[in-house]
């Protein structure tokens, strides 16, 4: 039977690795995708509020000696105020999440601590991380972790690739995005629990984090939906993943003046059989099509696929993730 003092220095390895382990798997809360990232741990409540600044619009053309701001209803300068600080705010609640394991005795005798520890780590880190993940992509296209079942669920951005009445079967989503656009807080950091059953003869550890997510600013967000599946070429009579969604999402963020990155790119989380598709239209091997790189630069498409040319020349730093949302009905 493993020792007090073995199970004791399990578990404190497993508390000891499970934060950066998580930190390592985890993509969104990332500074670089999120810039607005709270801590509100020791705080009281599960929402927090973020504020939110009115936009200002264009300033008039005054006359000497007219009013620069008219009262309501009056008849010089600009109408009734039009850049008044009017300023709102975001509710970001936070949610928990977590998942568990067993280690029996036997686990321990024959597989040895080291082997235990790593196994329940990734287990419990990777577990966590996956659920923060696809909360976040779905709080990016409807500002709720409730899981998008139609193209239609998407309402709160920008649609840039396969419309909701596209009919072609089910869709997944490519997010492309400014850093300001989303929250992200944490009431809990990453947490190991252990409980020895010993009716069991087992140790089951549990691994739980308290976060949450919400759009700051919808309009910073474009989605692209495209058909599901690994396919063989860029075709958008078929549904598949092309350039120019991707360069008309990075034409509406700045025609809606959202701000891009300290590096100068937006972020665009695309799943691996887009990456598929984008990187075969990149080369050429998917097709020419008007829009796509490969058509005008053939010439360097190799050389720009594998230096990340890609990102310079749409504007956007390409993620691989598999936590986008997926199987989403076209009709």
Aim: glycine share 10%; with cysteine; proline share 3%.
């Amino acid at each position: 039977m493993a020792s007090t003092t073995s199970v004791t220095n399990l578990y404190e390895d497993i508390v000891a690795d499970l934060v950066p382990y998580y930190d390592n798997f985890v993509l969104l809360p990332n500074q670089q995708l999120i810039a607005h990232a709270y801590n509100i741990t020791g705080g009281t409540g599960n929402t927090m509020n973020i504020p939110v600044t009115n936009p200002w619009t264009t300033g008039a053309t005054i006359a000497a000696g007219a009013a620069i701001v008219a009262t309501s209803g009056g008849s010089e300068g600009q109408a009734t105020p039009v850049n008044d600080f009017a300023p709102t705010s975001v509710a970001l609640a936070v949610s928990k999440r977590g998942t568990g394991t067993f280690v029996t005795t036997e686990d321990l005798e024959d597989g040895g601590q080291s082997t235990v520890r790593n196994a329940v780590v990734t287990r419990l880190s990777r577990a966590i991380a996956q659920s923060t993940d696809r909360a976040g992509f779905q709080v990016m296209g409807h500002n709720s972790e409730t899981a998008m079942t139609n193209l239609t669920d998407v309402d709160v951005v920008g649609m840039d690739g396969i419309q909701a009445a596209a009919d072609i079967g089910t869709c997944e989503l490519s997010y492309v995005f400014s850093d300001e656009a989303m929250g992200y807080a944490v009431k809990r950091e990453p947490t190991v629990q252990m409980f020895d059953n010993i009716n069991h003869d087992r140790i089951e550890f549990t691994g739980t984090l308290r976060n949450g997510f919400a759009q700051i600013q919808p309009t910073y967000i474009r989605a692209i939906a495209t058909k599901d599946g690994i396919g063989t070429a860029s075709n958008v009579a078929t549904g598949a993943a092309t350039l120019s969604y991707f360069a008309k999402s990075v034409a509406n963020l700045k025609n809606a003046n959202a701000p891009m990155d300290f590096t100068g790119f937006y972020a665009g989380v695309i799943s691996p059989a887009v990456e598929y598709a984008l990187s075969n239209e990149l080369n050429g091997v998917g097709g020419t099509g008007t829009g796509s790189i490969g058509s005008v630069a053939q010439g360097l498409a190799n050389d720009a696929l594998l230096q990340g040319m890609i990102t310079q020349a749409l504007g956007i730093s390409f993620i691989r993730s598999n936590n986008l949302p997926s199987g989403l009905a076209s009709a």
